[in-house]
């Protein structure tokens, strides 16, 4: 049975469920040093909790404190304020040890955007493989080339991971004809295109294409992903 929307995270508790709760963050503070007097805030005062058997995605522009949320949490950076429990645990006040050991159970899963960062390595790829590709290219450009080429692909490979455990989740929590699914499928396209996989790439945009067909969703961002790449769909 699928669980009414609720909202799971802002300033303040009076969001906050009495339940079997996994997670519970309450008054979250981070503050980094600036300069000799001075501090930054990267998160200011958040409270969220996550039963079992749900998925908490934090989402926002660049720089707003997602990734530093995460840390906190697993007690990476040290929050200035704020608790953490988890399962039953105050993080806060563990021991290093300890800490060590309730680590292991916990996965944050930072997921890039597919329209900025991997749009970026598909526009970065392409003057690779004209270099290869240009008559008369010095042997020192080619081997620069090679060089960009490899350092990409492994940045690539790594986003191609994310994405995937992104469709995983996805589909247990959304379904696999969620919008939001063809989302991830489009960002896995992308990459495996980049990636010169291109019977993948192509899977994956026509499952993503079929998806927002059936939901009455815009395929034009596709379409256009799918020319940019060189594939088939772009009519």
């Given at each position: 049975?699928?669980?009414?929307?609720?909202?799971m995270?802002?300033t303040?508790?009076s969001?906050l469920?009495?339940?079997?709760?996994?997670?519970?963050?309450?008054?979250?503070?981070?503050?980094?040093?600036?300069?000799?007097?001075?501090?930054?805030?990267?998160v200011?005062?958040?409270?969220?909790?996550?039963?079992?058997?749900?998925?908490?995605?934090?989402?926002?522009?660049?720089?707003?404190g997602k990734?530093?949320?995460?840390?906190?949490?697993?007690?990476?950076?040290e929050?200035?304020?704020?608790s953490?429990?988890?399962e039953?645990?105050?993080?806060?006040?563990?021991?290093?040890?300890?800490?060590?050991?309730?680590?292991?159970?916990i996965?944050?899963?930072p997921?890039?955007?597919?329209?900025q960062?991997?749009?970026?390595?598909?526009?970065?790829?392409?003057?690779?493989a004209?270099?290869?590709?240009?008559?008369?290219?010095?042997?020192?450009?080619?081997r620069?080339?090679?060089?960009?080429?490899?350092?990409?692909?492994?940045?690539?490979e790594?986003?191609?991971?994310?994405?995937r455990?992104?469709?995983?989740?996805?589909?247990?929590?959304?379904?696999?004809?969620?919008?939001?699914?063809?989302?991830?499928?489009?960002?896995?396209?992308?990459?495996t295109?980049?990636?010169?996989?291109?019977?993948?790439?192509?899977?994956?945009?026509q499952r993503?294409?079929?998806?927002?067909?059936?939901?009455?969703?815009s395929?034009?961002?596709?379409?256009?992903?799918?020319?940019?790449?060189?594939l088939s769909?772009?009519?």
């Amino acid at each position: 049975r699928r669980r009414e929307p609720h909202l799971m995270a802002g300033t303040g508790k009076s969001h906050l469920r009495e339940g079997d709760a996994v997670l519970r963050v309450e008054d979250l503070v981070v503050e980094f040093p600036m300069g000799r007097k001075g501090r930054v805030s990267a998160v200011a005062g958040i409270s969220f909790d996550v039963l079992r058997g749900e998925t908490l995605g934090i989402v926002g522009e660049s720089g707003c404190g997602k990734s530093t949320t995460g840390r906190a949490i697993m007690q990476i950076d040290e929050p200035t304020g704020g608790s953490v429990v988890f399962e039953g645990d105050e993080l806060t006040s563990l021991a290093y040890s300890q800490l060590r050991e309730a680590r292991t159970r916990i996965q944050i899963s930072p997921v890039p955007s597919p329209c900025q960062s991997l749009r970026i390595f598909v526009r970065m790829l392409r003057p690779t493989a004209m270099a290869y590709q240009k008559q008369g290219s010095s042997r020192r450009k080619v081997r620069i080339a090679h060089i960009r080429a490899k350092r990409l692909n492994g940045r690539l490979e790594i986003a191609e991971g994310y994405y995937r455990e992104a469709l995983e989740i996805g589909e247990k929590v959304n379904g696999p004809e969620h919008p939001a699914t063809a989302e991830v499928l489009r960002g896995l396209a992308i990459t495996t295109a980049a990636q010169g996989k291109r019977s993948d790439a192509e899977a994956y945009f026509q499952r993503s294409l079929g998806i927002l067909e059936a939901s009455g969703g815009s395929t034009d961002q596709v379409r256009s992903d799918m020319e940019a790449s060189g594939l088939s769909g772009a009519d």
